[in-house]
Nanobody
Framework: QVQLVESGGGLVQPGGSLRLSCAAS????????MNWVRQAPGKGLEWVSV???????YYTHSVEGRFTISRDNAKNTLYLQMNSLKSEDTAVYYC?????????WGQGTQVTVSS
């Protein structure tokens, strides 16, 4: 059974840091792109970052220089290190497998940035 499970969300003050994790299970190999996607309160889904199978990474402009995506294929785990968090980063964060369209999603983890 294919499954993606996020963890690591929580409440953090502006300027703080969090590291999200996404544990994958049920996949036969690691040859796939993995993404982080978020949904802020009352807004639509926003793509945040992707990591390709060759390790290349890309970010939406608003998080460049603050967020870092990485993956540990031996542990089947995806990460998102988030630094210098802002109130506008408040959202439910999802990991999602795929390129243009995503065939598997996690259940999401809430990140709230507030003083």
């Amino acid at each position: 059974q294919v499954q993606l499970v996020e963890s690591g969300g929580g409440l953090v003050q502006p300027g703080g840091s969090l590291r999200l994790s996404c544990a994958a299970s049920g996949f036969t190999d690691s040859n796939y792109w993995m993404n982080w996607v978020r949904q802020a309160p009352g807004k639509g889904l926003e793509w945040v970052s992707v990591i390709h199978t060759d390790g290349r990474t890309y970010y939406t402009h608003s998080v460049e220089g603050r967020f870092t995506i990485s993956r540990d294929n031996a542990k089947n785990t995806l990460y998102l290190q988030m630094n210098s968090l802002k109130s506008e980063d408040t959202a439910v964060y999802y990991c999602a497998k795929g390129r243009i369209s995503y065939d598997y999603w996690g259940q999401g983890t809430q990140v709230t940035v507030s003083s």
